[in-house]
């Protein structure tokens, strides 16, 4: 669209789209001769606008974020005053009306009639409020936002849209990584570090990381609406994700994800991600990293010299501000860090245990729910299980595959009580076989803590007869008590390998050799 505001002055014109460019071209390094050759403008026109540009003290960043009719204000509307005493008086006070805003319930009313006390040639309240605004638009980092935001309100959070890198050290594979940004609305705190993804797992973990960076909790997290935060995006009641609910009630906070195609509602986190591609990105774009921890502490260091730099204009920096105003607004940080939980429905099955697949581990739960279908949440530290909201055992989560972790209360033997699994009936089934086939199961009993966690071996064994038939499973069986291996799984590689076959291939397929395996607890 072309831009239609045009200031004149002294018979030139001159478009915003053009000025702009000036503005651009000037931070880039480039002459003022090659500014006026290439966009053919006088010299001088172009010398007027770029020490209008210098005294406002604003980068070219934030001059980007304003309007076009605000960027007419501030350079073609320019006027060099000379500032009265009263003038004076009320631009310093404004410094401090600026803070208190900040503080929730301050009005500016309230800070009208304080000045109005204090000052016997004070300025009547449109007045006041017609000059504030301009002394806002002139000095301010974010004149557009600054006065929308309370101590201890809002935490915005944001990705950059440039990404970092990581080399592995030792084949050189560059590894592209995010850049995850929180800012806090009224002191403009900043937290900043790298993740290797932007994927719910790294993303809650980035934003706790933030709160104990602050120190505290802010009322509201305002997020963008990436799959990560927002189950389902709607302009007036969104979704939000279960597990970033669950850290929400873990923080005693609240989720408002900005509305989607609006950046304005989280513009601190867009403007703020802007300046630390000035503050970060730039003093470590020669520097090559190996780690993503190596990359986070340089991250460190330069968002330390970010948040203790003063603001410009200003005598105090963002750390100062947020001592001064927010920290003690924040609400207290929970005494353990969140656990991101997941879960699922199983079946409990008849040796009272029920399998988390993710693990292939199985944990006990009462015998009377045998039987049930069951919901497991699990963390990366314990197993719960739940049936019809009711907590009916809790475990420390183990990773071992085709182990099992057991209650003895949970078991039936403990409670003498019979299902259609027991070691009798197994023994009466591999009887029935054949006395190596008996010998062997009871081998398989005797080996686990609890009678009910070889149950599911039994099962396997003894249903081989029906693919291999009797003869093979007892051979099996036999060249099995040789070995001292009791399990599923080497009856199966036995079976596989052939009697024949088996003494010469079994240091191929990984088989203990004669020497190594008595006594030896293999495939438990």
């Known amino acids: 669209m072309l831009l239609k505001i045009v200031a004149i002055m002294a018979g030139t014109s001159i478009t915003m789209n053009k000025l702009r460019t000036v503005i651009r071209l000037h931070t880039e390094g480039k002459s003022k001769r090659f500014i006026s050759d290439y966009l053919r403008l ?20 934030e001059l980007e974020e304003l309007s076009d009719t605000e960027l007419e204000s501030l350079l073609v509307k320019f006027q060099k005053k000379i500032v ?16 208190e805003l900040k503080r929730t319930g301050v009005t500016r009313f309230q800070l009208w009639y304080e000045y109005y006390q204090k000052y016997p040639n004070a300025v009547g309240r449109s007045t006041f409020y017609e000059k504030f605004k301009n002394w806002q638009l002139q000095s301010c980092v974010q004149p557009t936002m600054h006065m929308d935001h309370k101590a201890g309100d809002k935490l915005y959070i944001d990705y950059a849209g440039k990404t970092l890198q990581i080399v ?22 900043t937290y900043a570090e790298a993740t290797l993804s932007q994927k719910k797992h790294d993303f809650i973990q980035s934003i706790e990381n933030s709160l104990h960076y602050f120190g505290g909790v802010p009322r509201a997290i305002v ?96 750390r100062l501000l947020f001592e001064e105003i927010e920290a003690h607004t924040l609400g207290i940080l929970p005494q353990q860090r969140f656990e991101i939980k ?41 197993v719960e299980i739940f049936y019809k909201y009711n907590r009916i055992a809790v475990h420390p989560r183990v990773k071992s595959q085709f182990n099992y972790s057991t209650i003895k209360e949970h078991l039936a033997s403990a409670h003498q009580f019979m299902t259609d699994w027991t070691p009798q009936r197994f023994m009466s089934w591999a009887a029935s076989i054949d006395r190596i086939v008996e010998i062997y199961i009871s081998k398989v009993l005797e080996k686990k803590k609890h009678p009910e966690q070889a149950y599911k071996v039994c099962m396997g064994i003894l249903s081989l007869q029906k693919k291999v038939g009797k003869e093979r499973l007892v051979g099996a069986c036999q060249r099995a008590l040789d070995y001292e ?40």
């Open 485 to 524: 291996l009791y399990g599923y799984r080497p009856i199966l590689n036995i079976l596989e390998k052939g009697l024949d076959r088996l003494d010469n291939d079994e240091q191929q397929e990984n088989l203990p050799s004669h020497d190594n395996i008595r006594g030896k607890d293999y495939y438990q």
């Open 342 to 382: 997941k879960q699922t429905v199983v079946k409990v099955i008849m040796n009272g245990h029920v399998c988390l697949g993710e693990d292939k581990h199985y944990y006990s739960v009462p015998y009377q729910y045998i039987g049930k279908k069951v919901k497991i949440v699990y963390s990366t530290k314990s």
């Open 84 to 99: 009265s005493p009263r003038e004076e008086a009320l631009h310093s006070y404004f410094k401090y009306a600026e803070k």
């Open 223 to 318: 997020p963008d609406n990436l799959k990560s935060a927002v189950t389902k995006s709607d302009r007036y009641e969104p979704q939000i994700n279960d597990t970033l609910l669950d850290f929400s009630e873990h923080y005693d906070t609240t989720v408002l994800p900005a509305r989607s195609r609006k950046p304005r509602d989280k513009s601190l986190a867009e403007i703020t991600v802007k300046i630390l591609y000035t503050r970060i990105y730039s003093p470590l774009r020669n520097e090559v990293f190996h780690s993503l921890e190596e990359l986070n502490q340089a991250i460190k260091e330069q968002l330390n010299f970010h948040n203790r730099i003063c603001f410009s204009g200003r005598a105090y920096s963002r």
């Open 42 to 61: 006088s010299r001088n026109t172009v010398k007027k606008y770029i020490n209008r540009f210098i005294s406002i003290r604003l980068s070219f960043e």
């Open 168 to 189: 592995d050290l030792e084949t050189g594979e560059v590894q592209e990584v995010q850049f995850f940004v929180a800012v806090l609305g009224a002191s403009q705190l």
